[in-house]
Every structure is written in C-alpha cells, then in structure tokens.
Nanobody, 125 residues
C-alpha cells in the first residue's frame, strides 16, 4: 500500500477555483490508478474523478465534467484535482485514493486500497 497526503483545501467563494494535491509515499506510484472522492456531512462518499496509471485516460462524475481536471505527475508521486466554478453544494471533505486495477472507470470506491486523510473544501460567500 501507499500512504497518501492531501493538501490544497480551504475556503473559496462560489464560482472560484482550488487545486488539490495528493502526494504518495513509495516508489511504485505509477502502479496505481488514482481517484478523487468527496463526502459531504450526512452523505455517502462519492466519486469525483479518476486517472489511469500513466495519465493516458481520465474519467469524471457527470456533475463535475468540464469544470474539474484530474492530472498526475509520476515523477513527483503526485495527483492533482483542479476545480473550477465551484458551487456551495460541493462543500465536502475531498479524499484521494489509490487502486491497483482500472475497473469500472475507477468509479467504485471499493476498488481503492489506500486513502488519504482528506482535505476540507468549503464553498461559501
């Protein structure tokens, strides 16, 4: 397993942008599919975006497609989530996660074996 540490969360106004980062420990980062999930209070943890081992393919939840971009830099053991045009409804704790297989476009949280501690994103005026 890898250890994951997210950063970049904070308070942003509606319509604003944030970039989240997630740094992984170890030397096998490129062996993992990476995903971003989020969880609002009282809600299930939901899929946001995923990216394949070397970044050749990415997949997004319908609600964020066109506004969010997932990317990775394997030389830095880091995956990013650029979030634009944020809405208050997207206030949540955002988690990055690592999986060894690319199945179901990375949407299934049960496929992920390692999770970060989460970073809070609050969208409010």
């Amino acid at each position: 397993q890898v250890q994951l540490v997210e950063s970049g969360g904070g308070l942003v106004q509606p319509g604003g942008s944030l970039r989240l980062s997630c740094v992984a420990s170890g030397r096998t980062f490129s062996s993992y599919v990476m995903g971003w999930f989020r969880q609002a209070p009282g809600s299930e943890r939901e899929f946001v975006a995923s990216i394949t081992f070397h970044g050749s393919s990415a997949y997004y939840a319908v609600s964020v497609k066109g506004r969010f971009t997932i990317s990775r830099d394997n030389a830095k053991n880091t995956v990013y989530l650029q979030m634009n045009s944020l809405t208050p409804e997207e206030t949540a704790v955002y988690y990055c996660a690592a999986a060894r297989r690319w199945t179901n476009y990375g949407r299934n949280r049960n496929e992920y074996e390692s999770w970060g501690q989460g970073t809070q994103v609050t969208v409010s005026s």
